[in-house]
């Protein structure tokens, strides 16, 4: 890794706390060279035009992630309605064919407010860790979290009222959310009682599928509601520590989506269809400081960008492994 | 919007000057975006605030503390409970007679927390190895009690209590230390054996779901209670059906004006299961159980 891309990965990481990106103070020279040939090229003008007029836009990913999340969560009610005990339990803490896995934001707050650790806690933090490193951090957020599936139809509605100049999307700063991180961390140590769970849209909405429906889903609704008609994605943008927990996995996860500054027009789709849009600061003209920058551990993998690019400058990735798409 | 900016600046820097910085140093900040900051920052004062309120809702359970609910077998003591349990519901999934329910918001005893409504459907062991503490992943349920936790006086068992569906076998004891709760004949006046009256029919009527192991139709598979249709001629249900040994019998007592009657009578081996709670004929229960209560002298 150069210099420039190790300093970019530290502003990377900032951004996952809540920093806005910033411009590069310095770009590589490979990559000078290619912003410099892009400035005003007609040719590549001409190339923009026709490649636009024939791009498709596909949903590939994005069915291949809602397919992975509804099968997730649907082997957790079917593991409990047909008895087949695959995947026994709720998202918060299950047992897949015996073995523990606990989410760790869950375990952390068990931990901090219990202050004892019992083995097959320990055990099934260890193996998410592990699974989720493996897999890129937030890629929990978007192929597993029930909620983050309930936010994208909700996101699409604030969309459309937005076109329709009904709404308008208020943002909120993006710090918000590792101050709550930290009250949530430190009220369950000072009260001893796991106040983040009482709260959490993820672990409702995941017993609602599998122990039936309660009333606690009204507060899920009441998220969905502000997010349709106040604010777009709020709660995982600006609110969830369960985020923030599994993007500081992200950090030192292989899995990652890759840009490539070389094809890019920088035409913004990528960052328009973003559940994290800061993430992908990098393909604004003229900040990419290599030819090719690995996007930050805030992105969940959603691969919605990869989908949109018309120039397929944005592709998944695994350090040290040859390209999967 | 920020993209736009930037973009129209990369777009045209070749033609026009650079910005010049404004005189102190930092760039200026027009009155239209210094009021969208200042807006900003009091929506996110606005979201602070609705979600650490709703937050605070969570904190309901511990000021409702004092109203005792059943927790499942091996359940640590209320607040050490709120604290470590995960909300995962992987004791509801084990539990052969589906006795654990997951409280809802309204509930006040913790979204997502498991609990047993023993009138409905009480723990009757027929699990035999108490799975739902084998199954909890945060030891919110558990064997052994850390040594840093207190037991409450009286809330530890005189010795392991015998489950009489497995009394003949080698090992016939619960792995169990303290008990959930104790049975108290509440409503002695409504009792069946206290008014020296029989019982005939399906106690709870022919609609109760709840279900019960009879040792006498199927060790391993419980059926439901409404399928057992009883016949006594001195109502004895809470005793007939116990399913630890010694916890409850019927006894001569005398009463406050001196004459004698029957009446079933608790034991200390009673570990608040809540059986007695379910078979009791009688509308409401004579006997019911004292979530979370110790043993008292």
Not at chain 1, 1 to 19: E, H, T, Y
Not at chain 1, 159 to 174: M, P
Not at chain 2, 145 to 166: E, H, M, T
Not at chain 2, 178 to 188: K, Q, S
Request: aromatic share 8%; charged share 20%.
């Amino acid at each position: 890794m150069s210099a420039l891309l190790k300093r970019r990965f530290v502003d990377q990481i900032k951004v996952l706390f809540g920093a806005e990106p910033s411009k590069p103070k310095e770009i590589g020279p490979a990559a000078q060279q290619i912003h410099f040939y892009k400035k005003g090229n007609r040719d590549l003008i001409a190339e923009k035009l026709h490649a636009r007029a024939h791009a498709t836009p596909s949903h590939k990913w994005r069915n291949r992630r809602w397919a992975t999340l509804i099968f997730a969560n649907l082997l957790f009610t079917l593991s409990f309605f047909l008895d087949i005990q695959i995947l026994e339990g709720a998202l918060t803490a299950s047992r897949f064919v015996g073995f523990h896995l606990i989410d760790l934001n869950s375990a952390l707050q068990v931990m901090l407010a219990h202050k004892h650790i019992i083995n097959n806690l320990l055990i099934g933090t260890g193996t998410v860790l592990v699974l989720w490193v493996l897999l890129g951090g937030r890629t929990f957020c978007s192929w597993v979290c029930p909620y983050h599936l309930l936010a994208e139809w909700a996101e699409k509605i604030h969309l459309f009222l937005v076109s329709k100049k009904l709404v308008t999307d208020q943002n909120i700063d993006r710090r918000l959310r590792s101050v709550f991180w930290v009250i949530f961390a430190l009220l369950a140590v000072a009260t001893g009682y796991t106040v983040f769970e009482a709260i959490s849209p993820t672990g409702i909405l995941s017993r609602a599928l599998i122990y039936g429906p309660g009333l606690a889903l009204l507060w899920v609704l009441a998220l969905l509601f502000f997010e349709v008609f106040f604010s777009r994605r709020a709660w995982c943008r600006y609110a969830c520590p369960i985020g923030l927990t599994y993007g500081v996995v992200g950090i030192v996860s292989p899995v990652r989506i890759l840009y490539k500054l070389d094809g890019c027009f920088h035409e913004g789709d990528c960052r328009k269809v973003c559940l994290v849009p800061h993430v992908l600061d990098t393909v604004i003209k003229g900040r990419a400081v290599e030819p090719e920058v690995p996007i930050g551990p805030d992105c969940t993998r959603c691969g919605l960008c990869v989908d949109v690019c018309p120039t397929g400058s944005l592709s998944f990735d695994v350090k040290g492994l040859s390209k999967l798409a | 919007m920020s993209e736009i900016d930037d973009e129209v600046a990369g777009d045209n820097s070749d033609s026009n000057p650079p910005r010049q910085p404004a005189g102190n140093g930092k760039p200026a900040v027009s009155i239209a975006k210094r009021q969208t900051n200042r807006r900003r920052v009091l929506r996110t004062i606005l979201l602070t605030g609705g979600v650490l309120g709703a937050a605070m809702s969570g904190f309901l359970p511990l000021v409702y503390a004092q109203k005792k609910r059943l927790r499942p077998p091996g359940a640590l003591d209320e607040k050490d409970f709120l604290g470590s349990c995960i909300k995962c519901g992987q004791c509801v999934q084990v539990c052969p007679v589906s006795a654990i329910k997951l409280a809802d918001l309204v509930d006040g005893m913790g979204v997502g927390t498991p609990y047993i409504d023993p009138r409905a459907q009480a723990c009757d062991f027929s699990c035999d190895a108490v799975q739902c503490i084998l199954a909890c992943p945060t030891g919110s349920l558990t064997y052994h009690k850390p040594d840093f936790l207190p037991v409450r006086p009286g809330a530890a068992l005189a010795a392991k209590p015998i489950l009489i569906a497995k009394e003949n076998d080698p090992e016939p004891t619960l792995n169990m230390h303290e008990r959930i709760g104790v049975a108290r004949l509440t409503r002695p006046e409504a009792c069946l054996a206290v008014q020296g009256k029989g019982f005939k029919g399906q106690t709870r009527g022919p609609d109760f779901k709840g279900q019960l192991r009879y040792m006498t139709v199927d060790r391993w598979k419980p059926v439901k209670v409404s399928s057992h249709p009883y016949d006594v001629a001195e109502c004895d249900l809470c005793v007939r059906e116990c399913p630890v040994k010694g916890a409850i019998s019927i006894e001569t007592v005398f009463a406050p004006d001196g004459s004698q009657r029957k009446s079933p009578v608790v034991h200390e081996p009673c570990v608040g299961c809540g059986v007695c709670e379910m078979v009791c004929p009688v509308e409401p229960a004579a006997i019911t159980i004292e979530a979370g209560e110790v043993w008292k002298l």
